[in-house]
């Protein structure tokens, strides 16, 4: 089955920008160019004054199964994915049991194949049941399927412990990615320490507590030689380390989502459970310097770290809420928005949601190149919308971005050379 | 004049007049509570429900009055500790209450922004009796009238706020209103129990008590959380009392008419000697009294705002 999107503004980060067709046969892209010829039978897509990209990568997701079924599945997970233009994405293990052995890995792999949406590739635990004391069968899990380690959510405290991961994820060339936070620091804070959490009379979570663990990891990676990713960074202090550790060519890579560099603290007020994530919505510095740090390369990549509740969860009290808010499904528009400010030229916003994490964690994805996996998201950069959780693919509707009138919207979405998302449908 | 909000969740948001109109209409009030006969019908047939998960005698125990005085049905309404923990919503158990046609709910609650969630949730009025280590407005406000009542004027009052400011209610209440009436408020302990950024609040920061107390009008010691030794902010009971704790030659660096307040239950011996808290200068069961007949004031303007 062949497809030719025509007459779009191609962006292959780093190799392609410009219009041009871009043909898919049997999966795989096979020519991009202008005026290109189609086979007979070929599906015709209309892209003139539309953006043709490389679907998005999210190394940063939480689909819940098994365990938490309730919140997200990996089908509803993954329908979310691609209404977000996210053609692929990496499960964090905190499931329930935790991903911390090849018969979970091969489960999820089944349930995505299933799915037949996004490609899924897991992360596995670093530690078995991620309780920061012995290895995981990082080699197994490595063979099953699993594309990087983590102990997401449960930052591995142990230094020693930590020391031995990177050491042994060093024979399967796998990325360590860790949560920086010093949990003693952190003590059972649920929002940034500050004026606001001393008004709000909530606990805080300083700074530093994150700070903290960045520098250990990244001294860490300088013993060991491993392949370190930060996730989620979002301290001034955190982007100053890693650019340092960056510019003494330390293999150290770095994410940021998109609610880092968009909100701030502020948003708790009225104590907002929306707005209660792990790591905390920080202040207007704090995001001033993920910007900083996305504009002059220091943070490779936009993750979303999409995390969705159920919504009884999240009508808790503050303090007994749970962290993190769902992010596919806006990703894109807040992306977007920092290309309008002049962060970011559109061709890096691309990079960063798609060609930087591919590359990150070794994944053949993120690009149009002739024999590449035809994953293709297709966007109107101009249409405004108004972001409604009730519209969902997610199973959760905890966004701090309700009711946000958003700029950029996904059109397409097409997987492995199949259309698996048009919007005109889903609207529909 | 009257308030113009459903609820009382926070001194933060109420104006000088609020604050004072409070005040006034507490004065009413006090003077019932001095009657033989001590009630009056303002209430009646008005529910009012004291809605406490968290232990409290003396708070409940007022607002009980205060509300009975006014001829107000009561009732008292204390969930389990373990109804607190997950799965069940603050707001169920408030809207079951709001069912029964509660005109006013008190809540008392261990998370800070409960009671600001219920208030979004209920038509009834809300009233904070303490969430967390956010506010107790309703202390505040009888701190401030015990403070009226001494004859002392807020403009240019100083103030020396002492103890664990951070994880104080009572301490965030009134130093709300206090900056707002334009008092200099001081708040003095050790550095670990001073909250991030509360100098932004308007008060200055001390860490010696001698040097706080220097010519303050008013002493407000905080209750110390016993327990909270063992947790790295501060090494022994003993050393606490000896940093920061009130003695009678400590009140002598005051002004000489300086009134030493405390909301209860003191320590004795910790963070207050025996002799400071039964002094002359000690206006610890005034507070008490006076804790009634503001309830009472705020019962009854939250009645009418209805």
Redesign the interface.
């Known amino acids: 089955m062949a497809i030719h999107i025509v007459g779009g503004h191609v962006i292959d980060p780093g190799r392609f920008n410009g219009v041009a067709d871009v043909l898919i046969e049997e999966g795989r892209i096979v020519a991009v160019g202008p005026n290109l010829k189609a086979p007979a039978g070929a599906t015709k897509i209309d892209a003139k004054g539309r953006l043709v990209l490389p679907g998005f990568v999210d190394l940063h997701v939480h689909f819940r199964e098994p365990g938490f079924e309730y919140k997200e599945s990996i089908q509803s997970g993954a329908a979310a994915a691609v209404a977000g233009g996210f053609t692929s994405v990496c499960c964090m293990p905190n499931t329930n049991p935790v991903n911390d052995n090849q018969a979970i890995t091969e489960l999820m792999l089944e349930r995505a194949r299933a799915a037949g949406l996004a490609n899924v590739f897991p992360i596995g635990a670093i530690t078995k049941g991620s309780e920061g004391k012995e290895l995981a069968e990082i080699g197994d899990l490595r063979r099953a399927g699993c594309v990087a380690i983590s102990d997401d959510g449960k930052p591995v405290m142990n230094s020693l412990v930590m020391r031995r991961a990177m050491e042994y994820a060093l024979a399967f060339d796998v990325p360590v990615v860790d949560h920086c936070e010093d949990l003693h620091l952190a003590e059972g804070g649920c929002m940034n320490e500050g004026v606001i959490s001393t008004e709000l009379g909530l606990p805080g979570m300083p700074s530093a507590a994150e700070d903290v663990m960045v520098a250990r990891n990244v001294a860490l990676a300088e013993l060991t030689g491993a392949r370190l990713h930060l996730a989620h960074i979002s301290t001034e202090g955190s982007a100053r380390m890693v650019r340092e550790a960056k510019s003494r060519g330390l293999k150290v890579t770095a994410e940021a989502c998109p609610h880092h560099f968009t909100i701030t603290e502020e948003t708790v007020r009225g104590y907002n459970t929306y707005a209660k994530m792990n790591p905390p919505l920080r202040t207007w510095k704090d995001v001033q310097a993920i910007k900083d740090g996305l504009r002059d390369g220091t943070i490779d990549v936009i993750a979303t770290d999409h995390a969705p509740h159920a919504t009884q969860e999240k009508q808790l009290g503050f303090a007994e809420a749970p962290f993190g808010i769902v992010g596919l499904e806006t990703a894109l528009p807040l992306t977007l928005a920092l290309v309008e400010e002049g962060v970011l030229s559109l061709e890096a916003a691309v990079d960063k949601l798609s060609t930087a994490p591919a590359k990150v964690f070794g994944l053949a994805k993120g690009t149009l190149a002739v024999g590449a996996d035809a994953d293709v998201t297709i966007v109107d950069q101009q249409e405004q919308w108004e972001v409604d959780p009730a519209k969902f693919f997610s199973k959760s509707r905890n966004t701090p971005f309700a009711g946000w009138k958003v700029k950029g919207r996904v059109r397409t979405t097409i997987v492995g050379g199949r259309v698996v998302f048009e919007a005109s449908q889903a609207e529909g | 004049m009257s308030l113009k909000h459903k609820d009382l969740l926070s001194l933060?948001p109420l104006s000088v007049a609020e604050i004072r109109l409070i005040l006034e209409t507490a004065d009413s009030f006090k003077e019932v509570t001095g009657r033989e006969i001590k009630k009056v019908p303002a209430l009646r047939g008005r529910t009012v429900v004291n809605l406490f998960f968290e232990p409290s005698t003396r708070t409940r125990t007022s607002f009980e009055l205060a509300a009975k005085r006014l001829s107000a049905d009561v009732i008292n309404f204390s969930p389990s500790s373990s109804s607190v923990v997950?799965g069940e919503?603050?707001?169920d158990t408030a809207r079951n209450i709001e069912a029964m046609q509660a005109d006013i709910i008190v809540l008392r609650?261990p998370?800070?922004?409960?009671a600001?969630?219920l208030a979004r949730g209920v038509k009834s009025s809300v009233i904070n009796a303490g969430?967390?280590?956010?506010?107790h407005p309703t202390q505040g406000l009888l701190d401030l009238y015990t403070i009226r009542e001494r004859g002392l004027s807020f403009e240019g009052l100083k103030v020396a706020i002492v103890g664990d400011v951070?994880h104080s209610?009572v301490a965030?209440s009134n130093i709300h209103a206090l900056v707002k009436l334009g008092a200099e408020v001081r708040v003095v302990g050790p550095p670990t129990m001073m909250?991030?950024?509360?100098d932004?609040?308007g008060v200055r920061v001390y860490y010696h008590l001698d040097e706080a107390l220097r010519g303050v009008q008013v002493i407000m010691m905080l209750r110390l959380q016993l327990e909270r030794q063992g947790r790295a902010l501060f090494p022994t009971i003993r050393e606490y009392a000896r940093l920061y704790g009130l003695t009678a030659e400590r009140v002598k660096l005051a002004d000489p008419g300086v009134i030493v307040m405390h909301p209860g239950p003191i320590n004795r011996g910790v963070e207050i000697a025996p002799e400071v808290a039964d002094s002359l200068s000690s206006v610890i069961l005034d507070q008490v009294a006076n804790g009634v007949a503001v309830r009472m004031g705020i019962l009854y303007l939250m009645s009418g705002a209805n």
Not at chain 2, 131 to 135: P, Q, S, T, V
């Open positions: 933060a997950k919503t603050l707001l609650h998370s800070a922004g409960a600001e969630a969430d967390g280590w956010h506010e951070a209610r965030r909250p991030a950024g509360v932004k609040l």
